[in-house]
Every structure is written in structure tokens, then in C-alpha cells.
Nanobody, 124 residues
Framework: QVQLVESGGGVVQPGGSLRLACAAS????????IAWFRQAPGQEREGVSC????????VYSDSVKGRFTISRGNTKNTLYLQMNNLKPEDTAVYYC?????????????????WGQGTQVTVSS
């Protein structure tokens, strides 16, 4: 069974850091592009970052560029999102998604396998 499970969310003060993890099972993650999305209450799901299956290149949204870093773990089936200098506007449920065998992108329709999400709250 193909499955993605996110972890690592929590409550952090502005300026703080969190590292999210996405554990994959039922398939080899390195064969697919994989992405992080987020969704805040009342807002549409937003692509945050992705890493390509083709050449491991990465893409970041303008809102997180320079603060977030996406990476694959040393084990083949783990994805991370290191989030530094967090801001209140980063508050959202964060999802990992996969399913694209080409270059990655930040549009939700590129992906057909999604995790259940992990809540990130940035508040003082």
C-alpha cells in the first residue's frame, strides 16, 4: 500500500525552527518527484517546495525561499523540510505529496498520493 506519513509539526515562536519529515512506504521515493504543500484555514493549498526525480533539483515558493530547505534522507524513503526563521504566516497544515515521475512543480494536480498532514503553528 502506497502511503505517506508526515511528522514533526508543532507550535513554535516566530523566528524559530522546525523540521518536518515525510516517511514513505509501498514505493521507492527516489523514483518520484516529491513535494511539500501547505494549507491555512480558509485558503487554498499552496506549493512550498519540491525535489525532482530527474536530477534532484529543487524548487521553492517565493514565500519560503531562503528560509526552508527540502532534502531526501539518507534512507531512501524519507523526505525532510527544514524550516528556519518561521513567521506567523507559515502557520498551516503541511502535506507531502508524490506521484510525478518527471520534473517537480508546485501545482497540486502534479501529484496523486498525499499524506494526512501535520500542523505547524507559529505564534508568540
Amino acid at each position: 500500500q502506497v502511503q505517506l506519513v508526515e511528522s514533526g509539526g508543532g507550535v513554535v515562536q516566530p523566528g524559530g525552527s522546525l523540521r518536518l519529515a515525510c516517511a514513505a512506504s509501498g514505493f521507492t521515493m527516489n523514483w518520484y518527484s516529491i513535494a511539500w504543500f501547505r494549507q491555512a484555514p480558509g485558503q487554498e493549498r499552496e506549493g512550498v517546495s519540491c525535489i525532482s526525480a530527474v536530477d534532484s533539483s529543487t524548487v521553492y515558493s517565493d514565500s519560503v525561499k531562503g528560509r526552508f530547505t527540502i532534502s531526501r534522507g539518507n534512507t531512501k524513503n524519507t523526505l525532510y523540510l527544514q524550516m528556519n526563521n518561521l513567521k506567523p504566516e507559515d502557520t498551516a497544515v503541511y502535506y507531502c505529496a508524490t506521484g510525478s515521475v518527471g520534473a517537480c512543480g508546485l501545482k497540486a494536480h502534479y501529484y496523486d498520493v498525499w499524506g494526512q498532514g501535520t500542523q505547524v503553528t507559529v505564534s508568540s
